[in-house]
T-cell receptor, first 114, second 111 residues
Framework: DAMVIQNPRYQVTQFGKPVTLSCSQTLNHNVMYWYQQKSSQAPKLLFHYYDKDFNNEADTPDNFQSRRPNTSFCFLDIRSPGLGDAAMYLC?????????????FGPGTRLTVT | GQQVMQIPQYQHVQEGEDFTTYCNSSTTLSNIQWYKQRPGGHPVFLIQLVKSGEVKKQKRLTFQFGEAKKNSSLHITATQTTDVGTYFCAGWGQAGTALIFGKGTTLSVSS
């Protein structure tokens, strides 16, 4: 089945220790998104890639970076995680970023910062 | 900036009762999508509404898009325990390139 896969499902990192979260997709979608979701809150868009074009949200901290080496894979790098970065990180894809295209979410990576 | 507001934040019902969640945008939307997130799960797309005044049904779920394209609702008839989860509306602004999610309504159902 075509799908969005995230690894690992659970990640524990130390305060200030860089961490990378991974997302892959078999849908061959053009757009890949990274969302941060804290408990009982809505998903908050961090950035997205439209093909190779990177689009950062204005309020995304510089501590968060992303890479998309090819169509299938996208990575979220947190350079110096703080306690406030503990959250569920959701990767999503869509065929296009124009209005009207649904987003397919991966199962998420729950990040704990100690 | 554009905001999408959703009420109520939480709703508890007895199984068999009806449930409604409301979504309002500060600006006119080009379309609106609804997602369901089960406890411990990830958002799953339910439906999209595009036209002013549009009404769509999925079994016991009825979705409406307001005439002014600034509000939407999701109504569940005769809730079941399988309906438990958080329901998010998400809107595209007229000039936006990203979905703006509402804060969601968390539904709990007791049998």
């Amino acid at each position: 089945d075509a799908m969005v896969i995230q690894n690992p499902r659970y990640q524990v990192t130390q305060f200030g220790k860089p961490v990378t979260l991974s997302c892959s997709q078999t849908l061959n979608h053009n757009v890949m998104y990274w969302y941060q979701q804290k408990s009982s809150q809505a998903p908050k868009l961090l950035f997205h890639y439209y093909d190779k074009d990177f689009n950062n949200e204005a309020d995304t901290p510089d501590n968060f970076q992303s890479r998309r080496p090819n169509t299938s894979f996208c990575f979220l790098d947190i350079r110096s995680p703080g306690l406030g970065d503990a959250a569920m990180y959701l990767c999503a894809t869509s065929r296009d970023r124009a209005p009207g295209y649904e987003q397919y979410f991966g199962p998420g990576t729950r990040l704990t910062v100690t | 900036g554009q905001q999408v507001m959703q009420i109520p934040q939480y709703q508890h019902v007895q199984e068999g009762e009806d449930f409604t969640t409301y979504c309002n945008s500060s600006t006119t939307l080009s379309n609106i999508q609804w997602y369901k997130q089960r406890p411990g799960g990830h958002p799953v797309f339910l439906i999209q509404l595009v036209k002013s005044g549009e009404v769509k049904k999925q079994k016991r779920l009825t979705f409406q898009f307001g005439e002014a394209k600034k509000n939407s609702s999701l109504h569940i008839t005769a809730t079941q325990t399988t309906d438990v989860g958080t329901y998010f509306c998400a809107g595209w602004g007229q000039a936006g390139t990203a979905l703006i999610f509402g804060k969601g309504t968390t539904l709990s159902v007791s049998s």
